[in-house]
């Protein structure tokens, strides 16, 4: 039931992202009808998503929301510490923001999937802002409309309410304040990600620090917030790593770790989950000392295209690489598709499909796999060779695609380097 649905919705979002973006009309609209007209797409899709799943058909809510979150807010209301009371991978103020959600709004789990959908609107609000601002009229539109159209956000944020969505809106509170030459500001409103909602927003830092940027004045601006709440929460006897040290383990599919294990188990080789973590960090390394020594004509739209393109490394390399991730940068990601030239049927079809595999291939790994690696799968002597043909395939096309927008944001960045 639930593969059904998403593909039904994947193959709706295909098509509907191929149907506005070979719309002429809607480059030539006044900014207001087109803001309205996405926002209106925006609610009608995302509220009623909503509504027919929770109030229509009654269904709970099973995703991270019910199994972490709102077992968390309750432990935070109560007044118990993270970390040391209570077990969580989320950044310390997490549960404590999920439970005043709680406490003035509604406690039940769909509360938080409802907060989720609010925090989506003010974040595409000012994406959209930005990138009409900052990026030429058919890109920034483009941008918006594969945004409304994919399948990512609407089923991360709508169905399952996951918090990647709060990680988009401070970072774009960020890009604002970076663009502005703000970049205090900019600095400590892109560290919230990393107190309020997890560690691995780190990844986007790098894309704010060009050689033609205040580099030193930024990192201690970024350290100010987090200084001060770790250190209150070390000073009271609080692990700050239990995050690192209860993840350390954990491994996904959707990665180039989990499809090379097939092969290298196949020739005898058995790669430690360690040597993994150390290449995707000196990856991540390799690549954020190149950013670092960019100097963009416009650092707001370098900071753009470089969180991009340190996320997917990021998916790539890393071997927990939950496709929801991408919901972090999905309007960067959706303007790096957006790109010209823009042969508008392929390229809106193309975008559609990677939403589409990106949306079920949690699910696929869940159900067809249990949620296991490759060397379990064949030790188990169960393997349905078809279901795992199928689902190897789905996920060499997302590490295609990976690669396919790796180089796009790469090369959009050396677009505004040259000749600066």
């Known amino acids: 039931m639930v593969l059904a649905g998403k593909t039904a919705v994947g193959l709706l979002s295909v098509w509907l992202g191929w149907w506005l973006t070979t719309k002429e009309r809607w480059i030539s609209i ?6 309205l007209s996405i926002m209106g797409i925006w609610a009608f ?7 027919v799943v929770y109030a229509l058909l009654g269904t709970e809510v099973t995703s991270d929301v019910a199994g972490y979150y709102y077992p968390q807010a309750r432990r935070a209301l109560a007044g118990d510490w993270i970390y040391r009371d209570f077990l969580s991978s989320y950044a310390p103020g997490f549960p404590y923001l999920m439970g005043q959600v709680l406490k003035w709004i509604w406690n039940s789990p769909k509360a938080l999937v409802g907060f989720a959908i609010v925090t989506e609107a003010f974040m595409l609000m000012l994406w959209m802002a930005f990138g009409a601002k900052h990026l030429p009229v058919p890109q920034a539109r483009r941008a918006a409309l594969l945004y409304v159209a994919s399948a990512i956000p609407l089923l991360n944020v709508a ?11 401070l970072t774009g509170i960020a890009l604002w304040f970076y663009a502005a030459k703000r970049n205090t500001l900019a600095a400590v409103a892109l560290s919230l990600p990393l107190i309020m909602v997890k560690f691995l927003t780190l990844f986007s830092v790098p894309a704010f620090l060009f050689r033609n940027t205040e580099r030193v004045k930024f990192a201690l601006s970024f350290l100010i917030l987090p200084t001060l709440i770790f250190g209150l929460l070390i000073y009271n006897g609080v692990d700050v790593l239990t995050p690192v040290k209860s993840e350390s383990g954990d491994r996904t599919s959707g990665n180039l770790p989990f499809l090379l294990d097939g092969p290298l188990m196949a020739a005898g080789i058995t790669v430690p989950p360690r040597a993994y973590d150390a290449a995707t ?6 690549l954020s000392l190149w950013l670092m020594q960019q100097r963009p004509r416009e650092p707001a739209l370098g900071a753009l295209w470089g969180m991009v393109l340190l996320l997917l490394t990021l998916l790539l390399f890393s071997k927990k690489a939950y496709t929801s991730y991408l919901v972090m940068s999905f309007y960067p990601l959706c303007a790096v598709a957006a790109r010209e030239p ?3 049927g392929r390229r809106a079809i193309a975008f559609g499909i990677f ?18 690696q490759v060397p379990s799968i064949i030790a188990s002597g169960e393997v349905l060779w078809l279901p795992f043909a199928f689902f190897t395939l789905v996920d060499l096309l997302l590490i295609g695609y990976y690669l396919k927008y790796c180089q796009q944001a790469w090369l959009a960045i050396r677009a505004i380097t040259k000749a600066s």
């Not at 939403?355 to 296991?372: D, K, N, P, Q, T």
């Open 30 to 35: 006044s900014n207001r009808e087109f803001f």
């Open 159 to 169: 169905l399952e309410g996951q918090n990647n969505v709060l990680v988009a809106l």
């Open 281 to 286: 960090l000196a990856v991540l390394l390799v």
């Open 355 to 372: 939403g589409m595999l990106a949306s079920l291939e949690r699910s696929l790994w869940f159900r067809w796999l249990g949620a296991r």
């Open 342 to 344: 823009y042969e508008s």
């Open 45 to 51: 899709s995302r509220i009623g998503l909503f509504l």
